[in-house]
């Protein structure tokens, strides 16, 4: 079993009002930030042990089922 | 202004059923994938260069905002 982590965010440009809404709870707090952003991560055990082969088949899983291609980005890192 | 991206999962043995539904889907379109677990990214620019003390006012929000430390587990990194 491969460990992989798939980092999801939306597109530039996309608004994000949970990002909005969190950045003016955390300026009512007195913290001092800029842009605040949302993403998802997937944690996900492929049984494959080749790093190319893994990246591939990750890959195709983000465009068919975890990711939302037109509104979103993913990375994808092969940790172990 | 400092980037750090902040990810918040589960505590292990809480159950995530969005990631038993997902795992069922993956399985069902012929991926071969074992645990798949789902968390939350949170990007957010704060304005300070120092990273001991970025870090420390990061950890603060977690704690009473981003985070619900009952439940959840976060890893905080400066990325610049």
């Known amino acids: 079993m491969t460990q992989v982590r ?5 597109k530039d440009g996309l608004s994000d009002p949970e990002g909005v809404a969190t950045r003016r709870a955390l300026l ?11 993403g ?5 055990e492929v049984d494959d042990t080749d790093e190319a082969s893994v990246r591939a088949a990750v890959t195709a899983m983000c465009e068919r089922l975890l990711a939302n291609p ?3 980005d993913y990375s994808i890192e092969v940790l172990s």
């Open 6 to 10: 798939v980092s999801i965010t939306r």
């Open 28 to 38: 009512d707090l007195g913290y001092d930030v800029g842009e605040v952003h949302f």
């Open 40 to 44: 998802r991560i997937i944690n996900l």
């Open 70 to 72: 037109v509104i979103e």
